[in-house]
């Protein structure tokens, strides 16, 4: 098993919101473009993925070709295990759990945006689910890229 195998989180809406891609990547994801600022982009979850793993993996986009979380970069470079790994990418998942129970909604990568886009004073059970979560992706994903676009 790989490790973004048992991950998907730069796929299913829980690190980015979007895939940037190009028109001509598109006919792979069998999706319609969407366009921002002048960007083609598939908004996330990808339709692409199926349960963890890329259904166009052979023909993926650049962007997601260049993509290596933090994470990643230090399983590669033998900093981390691979169970190491894992172990965190699960508790990850548990505070996404976490965070999608507090709004009582379905748990899926799009309770990111979902838990920032409410208005007004957050619950303090979601307020603090969210930032758990948003530090969890920051310090072992993202670092100080931006979460969107990627
Ligand atoms: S690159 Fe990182 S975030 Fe994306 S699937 Fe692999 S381990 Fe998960
Ligand atoms: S095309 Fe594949 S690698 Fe890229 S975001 Fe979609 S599922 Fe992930």
Known sequence: MSLCLACGFCCDGTLFNRVPLTEAEAPALKVPLQVVDGQHHARQPCPALEGTACRVYAERPFTCRRFR???LEAHEATEVSLSGAVEI???TRALRATLAAALS???AGRIVDEARALRG???????????RLEKQLAF????QRSRQPR
């Open 89 to 91: 990418v699960e508790a």
């Open 69 to 71: 979380c933090l994470l």
């Open 121 to 131: 004073p957050l619950e303090p059970a979601v307020a603090q689910a969210l930032e």
């Open 105 to 107: 909604r379905p748990d």
């Open 140 to 143: 072992h994903f993202l670092g």
